[in-house]
């Protein structure tokens, strides 16, 4: 595609309950990235892929989180038995080729626990 | 202590004003420096990127990196309204991964 596809945008979810975040990076992209933004704060750093595998997941808050790529394209971020303190916009991006420092964003998806 | 540090703001300034937007770091490992412009509703996009120290200018955009004091700046020449957004600063290491660390963002209002 012809930038970085985040689904759903917005996800209205109950304490307690799982919720998977969806990421279609931009078409040849390599390494991937998942990223937490809450309001009034900076993009927190959650995991990083490189192809299918996961060199640095430091960022994952908790063992409720969790990532997996297939195919070194799509991603998809699982919360399980999600917590008020989860909600906040959750940003992929997706680099590749020589400047591999230059990230390309998605939109996000926005996530409120209630 | 946050590896980078960046004043939230928000910064109002009339429009054709200089602004300066600076972030401070501690990791003295830290050799890509970049400014991401993020619009509301929006993921962040890269505006400007600067390997080791020195400055680099594009159109009404100026960043300087002075690694000897960890200190990073965004300059925006001639400021209109659509600069309205929120300005992050961002940094990662030369070697060792590649996660890149962002700062808090500055949100920045130019007043028409």
């Known amino acids: 595609g012809a930038g970085v596809s985040q689904s759903p945008s917005n996800k209205v979810t109950e304490k307690g309950k799982d919720v998977e975040l969806r990421c279609d990076p931009i078409?040849?992209?390599?390494?991937l990235y998942w990223y937490r933004q809450s309001l009034g704060q900076g993009l927190e750093f959650l995991i990083y892929?490189?192809?299918?595998?996961?060199?640095?997941k430091s960022g994952l808050p908790s063992d409720r989180f969790s990532a997996e790529r297939t195919g070194g394209s799509v991603s998809t971020l699982t919360i399980q038995r999600t917590q008020q303190e989860d909600s906040a916009v959750y940003l992929c991006?997706?680099?590749?080729?020589?400047?591999?420092?230059?990230?390309?964003f998605g939109s996000g998806t926005q996530l409120s626990v209630l | 202590q946050k590896e980078v540090e960046q004043d939230p703001g928000p910064l109002s300034v009339p429009e054709g004003a200089i602004v300066s937007l600076n972030c401070t770091y501690s990791?003295?490992?830290?050799?890509?420096f970049m400014w991401y412009r993020q619009y509301s509703r929006k993921g962040p996009e890269l505006l400007m990127y600067?390997?080791?120290?020195g400055n680099k200018e594009d159109g009404r955009f100026t960043a300087q990196v002075d690694k000897s004091s960890k200190y990073i700046s965004l300059f925006i020449r001639d400021s209109q309204p659509s600069d309205s957004a929120t300005y992050l600063c961002?940094?990662?290491?030369?070697?060792?991964?590649?996660?890149?660390?962002f700062g808090a963002g500055t949100r920045l209002f130019v007043k028409a």
């Open positions: 991006a997706s680099s590749s080729g020589p400047l591999k420092e230059k990230l390309f």
């Open positions: 078409s040849g992209h390599t390494a």
């Open positions: 892929f490189q192809g299918n595998s996961a060199p640095d």
């Open positions: 990791n003295s490992a830290f050799q890509y």
């Open positions: 600067t390997y080791s120290s």
């Open positions: 961002a940094m990662r290491p030369n070697t060792g991964g590649f996660k890149t660390i």
